[in-house]
Nanobody, 130 residues
Framework: QTQPVESGGGSVQAGGSLTLSCLAE????????MAWFRQAPGKERQGVAV?????????YYHDSVKGRFTISQDSAKSTIYLQMNNLKPDDTAMYFC??????????????????????WGQGTQVTVSS
């Protein structure tokens, strides 16, 4: 597996939107699921959204972002996206993309645990001001 590469972070005001991108070459061949995590200073890494990499595969979200964030994929571009709308100051964090294994050990929301992943990107910073 190649290491995912995130982009698209930045600074926005509350209520604004950002779209994060994760370039993960060949992910459809090596990863059954891809996820976005975030980590704020002094806090544990938190699963935000995960999607199975099959076409139209199901996605799961942390309760705090349901209805505001959308994870999607473009396999032709080897890219996973995280569309973030109605951003709040509490969304401020470093956002990481993670590539799962070919054979998941968990299902659904269980895939939002950091322990399910060994291949992580370097992260992209999102800052939301009030």
């Amino acid at each position: 597996q190649t290491q995912p590469v995130e982009s698209g972070g930045g600074s926005v005001q509350a209520g604004g939107s950002l779209t994060l991108s994760c370039l993960a070459e060949g992910y459809t061949a090596t990863s059954a699921y891809m996820a976005w995590f975030r980590q704020a200073p002094g806090k544990e890494r938190q699963g935000v959204a995960v999607t199975y990499t099959i076409p139209d595969g199901p996605a799961y979200y942390h309760d705090s972002v349901k209805g505001r964030f959308t994870i999607s994929q473009d396999s032709a571009k080897s890219t996973i996206y995280l569309q973030m709308n109605n951003l709040k100051p509490d969304d401020t964090a470093m956002y990481f993309c993670a590539a799962g294994d070919r054979w998941p050990r968990a299902v659904g929301l269980g895939l939002l645990m950091p322990s399910e992943y060994t291949n992580w990107g370097q992260g992209t910073q999102v800052t939301v001001s009030s």
